[in-house]
């Protein structure tokens, strides 16, 4: 992280000073500026004039003192408070004294660092992103002692070097990891309580919520140490049991399963790319013939999709004998029960009977018919989307879901399996995680544009969970977290006032 800020730094035309523990660590961290800016140069983004003048700005060091002169200095040593205080300290004795010593900490209090200082009003926090080169966000973080010239000052350099600055106050995980944790550390719950496989999770979030990388890649791209220490306090200060690290985690970090730093984590990493890519289905097969029954938007658009897929659609109970596939998309759970029911006598042998919502136990509806066996849930994360979660029950047949992810896949979708809960995937790990943020707007820690910079420009998602609650409806939101609530009794997924408020209002969020 050290020497990606440090690019990042010289990028911007700075004079940077970059200080190692010793010799080692000091040509560890010449070779990731190297290959940093060599990447860029080798993708033609770069020149090699260019490298070399950013490598020329950088002077590497092991003598803190070469550190006089500098006017802001950005501390990134490993998360270990007493660390920390030791390295201020020493920036205390050799800075100038109007210098700003900033933290890139992202989980200690800045406040727990500034207080050890002779200069607690100069002391900020600047959190960057990993990759740092790439991430444009950069939170800015102020304690209750930091004067404000400070602040201005930092995030005035921020912006210089084409980044966004968001300033904020001193909480643990502050905007971006607070949000982003309990989602990788429920996803990690997730793989632990055997709901689905590591792939089927990171393939789901990929290509159901359109984020960059699935939850376990990502864990692996930012070290499951600084994970396991991000959690920790995270969870120290909100007491929620979603930041509770996972066994999954702690137990590769005993292991040393650090993620790419050490070529292991979650994944192998052997240079022979992500495993995760979903099978390609068989173009040659004929698209199969589908029964959608339901009105609303949902069964328009997977009568739609299926269309387009070159399937046959049928879309009243008369005409489902000869369908392979049914799928029931009726707007509430009771109408699904009786579209299902009448299904089940219709459709042939061999038939896969399908339910789409993710709120209702399958198994209840499965059971209201005469042949559980050929139910399985099937569910659109977006209605207009191209993934499709298969669960099946404990009395689904063997084979059922099989022949559904097939159907499915030769419609076009990309499948992953999951058990039979609330949310499935997609849907019961992102409605908590925007649930946190509408907690996080109600409690007035940051702003609707500052949340929503905060993922996107942070964590790569494509938009920010304010934006992604009015988009995905306030009361589809309360329906998921409801359902996750009455199943686990957890009362972090209970729906923010916030968000049941503006239900009954029918007001957005912004
Ligand atoms: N260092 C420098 N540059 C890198 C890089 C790295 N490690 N990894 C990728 N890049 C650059 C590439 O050179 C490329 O640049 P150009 O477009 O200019 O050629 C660009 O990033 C895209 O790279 P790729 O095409 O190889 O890969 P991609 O499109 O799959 O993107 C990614 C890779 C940018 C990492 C993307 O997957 C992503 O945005 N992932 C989410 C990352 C994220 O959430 N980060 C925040 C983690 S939380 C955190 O860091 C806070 C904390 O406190 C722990």
Redesign the pocket.
Known sequence: MGA?IA?VLARGDLAVVGIEVNADALERGRGHLER?TG??VK?G?LTEEGQREILDRITLSVDFTDLGECDLVIEAVPERLDLKRRVFAELDRVCRDDAVLASNT??LSVTDIAVTTGRPTKIVGV?????????KLVEVIRTVLTEPEAVERVAALVDGLGKTAVTIGDRAGFV??RL?FGYLNQAATMLESGHATRDDIDTAMKAGAG???GPFA?MD???LD??LE?LEAVHAESRDRRHAPSPALRERVTAGLLGRKSGHGFYVHDGQGSPDEPAEHDAETPAPIVGVLGTGPLADAVAAHCGRAGGQVRTTAAELGDCDLVIECAQDAEAGRALLVAAAESAKEGAVLAVTSATVPVIEQAMATGRPGDVVGLHLPEADGTLAEIAATVVTAPGVADRAAALAGRLGLTTVRCRDRAGFIVDALRFPYLNDAAAMLGAGYAGADAIDAAMTL???YPSGPIADLDRLGLDRAVTVLRALYAETRDPAFAPTPLLAEHVTAARPLR
Do not use: D, K, Q, Y
């Open positions: 990606g690019e940093s990447r860029a993708r983004r992202s989980s959190h960057f992103f990993n990759p740092a080169p790439v991430m971006a990891n982003l984020l960059p990388m990502l791209l930012i070290g600084t994970c991000i942070g964590c790569g």
